[in-house]
């Protein structure tokens, strides 16, 4: 018997944060955790066993809208409402912006930006039946300031920060809540599935030399944070449970020095450290 009747529907559930999320909410809630492919469910079922949870698993790509519609039937079968939308499915695209391709850009946004405005449109007629509803849209650090090789993921979350704004003044009388958790970095299943542009390192790139030592450094860098993403996981749950939200919350020491940083200084100061520190890097490469 679980101890709410709240239901809450996550995105990206077959790792990183949407997994222990999922797990940790359905000791308490009505949890619908979804996946693209119901094939890498193995770590989902090990950890439901673990923790000795139960929940709705159902197959969804947020690109791609007979999926989502099957998840509302389900949701609207079963429950008749929903409580809470937890956005957190995403991934990670790497590259210069001039090696990056418009289908690559194109996939980093559908995912990132356009799947969540999917998930909302979807689910907005489920939320508004409920007298407590919430969006959490999975922004990050990377959507208040941009750094090099990041821009197509830089993009895709100020484009999701933008959108949540305005969905945060349109949806606040309907009283539906709305608001942006910002993580750092931190050591879930993103740096393991990133995806570097296909250009990155070629003769063609104007950036040949950077991208060989960017890609020659990547596997060292994905091993390098070692925050716990429970830490992510106790503020979702947290949020879930809140009757009044705030619209951003930016977690992380890191994310939140490098967020006051980029908006308490002229964008010139801002701009020559973050040059600095990726010339810095560069220069590793060509001393060697």
């Not at 698993?57 to 389900?74: G, P, Q, R």
């Not at 957190?88 to 946004?109: P, R, V």
């Not at 959507?143 to 920060?161: C, D, T, V, W």
């Not at 490098?258 to 801002?270: D, E, G, I, N, T």
Request: glycine share 6%; charged share 20%; proline share 2%.
């Amino acid at each position: 018997m679980k101890q709410s009747s709240q239901v809450v529907l996550i995105t990206g559930c077959s790792s990183g944060f949407g997994l222990l999320t999922a797990i940790e909410l359905a000791k308490k809630y009505h949890v619908i955790a979804t996946m693209r492919n119901l094939d890498s469910r193995k770590e989902f079922d090990r950890l439901c066993g673990i923790h000795q949870v139960s929940m709705d698993l159902l197959e969804l790509d947020v690109n791609d809208i007979n999926t989502i519609s099957n998840v509302v039937d389900v949701i609207e079968s079963k429950y008749g409402y929903l409580d809470v939308l937890i956005n957190n499915a995403g991934y990670l695209q790497l590259g210069f912006c001039c090696d990056i391709a418009i289908d690559e850009l194109e996939s980093q946004f559908q995912t990132n930006f356009f799947g969540c405005h999917r998930m909302i449109r979807s689910m907005i007629h489920l939320l508004s039946k409920s007298k407590q509803a919430k969006i959490i849209n999975l922004s990050s650090v990377a959507g208040l300031s941009s750094i090099p090789f990041m821009g197509a993921y830089n993009g895709s979350k100020f484009a999701l920060e933008g959108y949540s704004e305005s969905l945060y003044y349109e949806l606040k009388p309907k009283g539906i809540q709305v608001c942006l958790v910002e993580p750092g970095l931190y050591q879930t299943k993103i740096l393991e599935n990133l995806k570097i542009a296909n250009n990155t390192g070629q003769n063609q790139s104007l950036f040949k030399e950077s991208g060989d030592f960017i890609l020659s450094i990547l596997p060292s860098f994905k091993n390098r944070s070692s925050k716990d993403p429970l830490i992510v996981v106790r503020l979702l749950c947290s949020i879930v449970e809140k009757p009044r939200l705030r619209f951003r919350y930016l977690i992380g020491f890191t994310a939140q020095l490098r967020a006051v940083f980029r908006w308490s200084v002229p964008f010139s100061v801002y701009s020559y450290f973050v040059q600095l520190g990726f010339n810095l890097l560069l220069k590793k490469r060509f001393s060697k």
